[in-house]
């Protein structure tokens, strides 16, 4: 084809000539050298992070891992990111043609990192916000972020974490779970659609204000779009959603097109749930965290009270705020507690022995005629100590949840521009040798002390982060734990069907780190 014929060409049929894949290579080879230069240059002044990649003479081995992280189908990167901190250090980057990548990778980095008031902020999922309005708890920050979380903590104070209330909404669902366990006769099956249904029903239940029959079809269109976004912003296109022009590639990658219609999905569910709300809502009397929003936005309307974002004057208290923070509420509590179920019963089915010492223990303490209760805890040392060597052993955030510079700042010494998005790698840190002996055995005992009567808090063990942007559902989610495996480790042995595949614990990387799918057979004990 001539010159001339190419450029007679409509526009449409050009592009169709060309591979999207093409394009965007070029877009991100050109804006990875302009990126290269900048850094070079500025490199003479700052002391940054060891750059991986950068360097000429380790420039194949680290393409070659980065290759291993980002085009492998079943990515590791947790894996591949902590051999990357052997090399360089417990503080580095990893500089990609739009964006620069701070990985922490010790106890000492991560706890001076979070402490930093300037590193507080979340880098934006520029897909989500071409597409869903509002801005939640999760991923919001500074003004916008301090008002929201406020909210969110004073609810849970006031309406039952370290109170009978909760408790209660849990072990109803506990109930309604282990009925469902109990229909299966011994017949083995994969747990995670009846696990999330549960933990979904108990955020339904905080959020909302009410639980949904696990067939009802709305709720399962709900969790299916959860799930779907879960998977895909924590797989390998997740650093494509930090793209500032993201939303534009939409055409050319429909995962992401995907992610926005999920977005919209969960959101507008939130929608529904405050307008059916607003119907009967009493300020005097809040059933539910929308009900507090709701009396929250009121009390700003009549009241007087301030709820602008001193940086663009916008109002915070909103009704697409409301449902990006219920949102927010919804997904985290729901993808990180029945991930971590899942992990405990594949862990319990692989390890008889420590599953038996538990139960001996429930059975001691609690006895048979009731199930373990919150109060129970205390008085039952191994327990708690196999839920918390869980934690560490199937670390299902293994890098965490990112934080962004607000300003420049310091780590360790190095120097941080003002964008950079900072990763911790808590896998790094509940791996390490020099902290656990062993790390890849799981050993509750390693969380008792001499006489094992005693659990023994160890100050690297960090499951829901630190700092002023940890886990504000850790209480809420340490409850959950409890409850569900207890109860299910009191009336349940777990067993691996006959003749199905081997045990594996590599996991399947997408906002948490979840397990290989897997069946299961629970045995109902007399």
Known sequence: MS?????????????GLVEPRTVLLTVLVFLGVVWFIRGR???????????AGRSLTNAYEDLRLMGDMFMKGV????????????????????TLPYLRIVVLSSYEAIREAFQNQLLSDRPVIHVLKHGVKGHGVAFSSGETWKVQRKMVLNFLRAFGVNRSSFEEKIALEASHLNAELRQLDGRAFNPSHLFANAVS?????????QRYEYSDPRFKKLLRAVYRNVAIIGGNTGPLQMLPFAYLLKPLIPVLKETEDNGKLINNFAKEVLEEHQKDFDPDNPRDFTDVFLRKMAAATTEGESDKDSNNNESILTVHNMCATASDLFVAGTETTSTSLRWGLLYMMARPDILEKVQQELDAVVGRGRLPRMSDKPNLPYTEATLMELQRVANILPLGIPHQASEDTTILGFDIPKGSVIM?????????????????TFRPERFLDE????????????PFSIGRRMCIGEQLAKMELFIFLTHLFHQFTIKKPDGSPPI??????GVTLSPLPYEVCVIPRS
């Open 424 to 440: 911790p790698n808590m896998w790094a840190l509940s791996t390490d040798s020099k902290l656990w002996q062993d790390p890849e």
């Open 3 to 15: 010159r001339s014929s190419v450029m007679s060409l409509p526009s449409g049929v050009f592009w």
């Open 75 to 94: 990515s590791q990167p947790h894996e591949v990111l902590t051999r990357f901190s052997q090399k360089y250090g417990p503080v580095f980057s990893v």
């Open 504 to 509: 594996s614990f590599k996991g399947v990387m």
């Open 451 to 462: 006489t094992g009567r005693n659990v023994v808090k160890q100050e690297e063990h960090i």
């Open 201 to 209: 029903n108990i955020i339904c239940s905080v959020v909302f204000g």
């Open 41 to 51: 240059r500025a490199g003479k002044t700052y002391r940054y992070p060891p750059d």
